[in-house]
């Protein structure tokens, strides 16, 4: 079983930065997708940013040149790094994880790839 545990959500102004990040615990099969999603209060879930284990990245436009997802294999760790927030990013925030794929399709990873597992949520605020 895989447990995976976000961190570093938090209130900032507009402009502010923030770093998620989720730890993955128990057994990492080596092929793999990690994607961070968000839902805000009265809206869908939307998939923010992916990475897999062939190195594939893939990002929302509504993020794209803000942030920026990386992983530490040796720590079984992913991070979101989120610059610029903006209001319109305030959201809890999920770490997913999928095992045995990765994603075919950056454009639509977050509707083709089957996340197993999920995060227990951190919140992000971000204030005008």
């Known amino acids: 079983r895989v447990q995976l545990v976000e961190s570093g959500g938090g209130s900032v102004q507009s402009g502010g930065s923030l770093r998620l990040s989720c730890a993955a615990f128990g057994y990492i099969h080596s092929s793999y997708c990690m994607g961070w999603f968000r839902q805000a209060p009265g809206k869908e879930r939307e998939g923010v940013a992916a990475i897999d284990s062939d190195g594939s990245i893939s990002y929302a436009d509504s993020v794209k040149g803000r942030f920026t997802i990386s992983q530490d294999n040796a720590k079984n760790t992913v991070y979101l790094q989120m610059n610029s927030l903006k209001p319109e990013d305030t959201s809890m925030y999920y770490c997913?994880?999928?095992?045995?794929?990765?994603?075919?399709?950056?454009?639509?990873?977050?509707?083709?790839?089957?996340?197993?597992?999920w995060g227990q949520g951190t919140q992000v605020t971000v204030s005008s």
């Open positions: 997913a994880a999928a095992f045995t794929t990765t994603m075919t399709t950056l454009a639509t990873w977050a509707l083709e790839v089957d996340f197993g597992y």
